[in-house]
Nanobody, 124 residues
Framework: QVQLVESGGGLVQAGDSLRLSCAAS????????IGWFRQAPRKEREFVST????????YYADAVKGRFTISRDNAKDTVYLQMNSLKPEDTAVYYC?????????????????WGQGTQVTVSS
C-alpha cells in the first residue's frame, strides 16, 4: 500500500503559478499511475490530469490544458503538477491519487489510494 502526501498549495493571485508535489511512501511510486483531481466548494470532485507509470501518456482536463503540466520523477517517488496562469476558478482542494490498473483513467473510481489534499486559492 502506498501513502501519498500533497504539498505546494497556497494563496496566490490570478495569473500566478504554483507547483504541487505528490510524494509517495510505503511503495515505489513507479508502480502506479498517478492522477490529480480537485474539488471546489459545493462541487463534485473533478479530474485534472493523469500520468502513466513511465510518463509516456499524459492527459489533461480541457479546463487546464495549456496551463498545467504534470510530470513525475520516479527516482524521487514524486509527481508534480505545475500550474501556470492560475484563475479564480482553479480554487479547490487538490488531491493526488494512485491507480494500480494497467491503463490510465480519468475516472476517480479507478484510483485506489488518495492523499489528504492541499488547498489552492486564487484571488482575482
Amino acid at each position: 500500500q502506498v501513502q501519498l502526501v500533497e504539498s505546494g498549495g497556497g494563496l496566490v493571485q490570478a495569473g500566478d503559478s504554483l507547483r504541487l508535489s505528490c510524494a509517495a511512501s510505503g511503495r515505489t511510486l513507479s508502480t502506479y499511475i498517478i492522477g490529480w483531481f480537485r474539488q471546489a466548494p459545493r462541487k463534485e470532485r473533478e479530474f485534472v490530469s493523469t500520468i502513466s507509470r513511465s510518463g509516456g501518456r499524459i492527459y489533461y482536463a480541457d479546463a487546464v490544458k495549456g496551463r498545467f503540466t504534470i510530470s513525475r520523477d520516479n527516482a524521487k517517488d514524486t509527481v508534480y503538477l505545475q500550474m501556470n496562469s492560475l484563475k479564480p476558478e482553479d480554487t479547490a482542494v487538490y488531491y493526488c491519487a494512485a491507480d494500480r490498473s494497467p491503463e490510465v483513467s480519468m475516472s476517480e473510481h479507478n484510483y485506489d489510494y488518495w492523499g489528504q489534499g492541499t488547498q489552492v486559492t486564487v484571488s482575482s
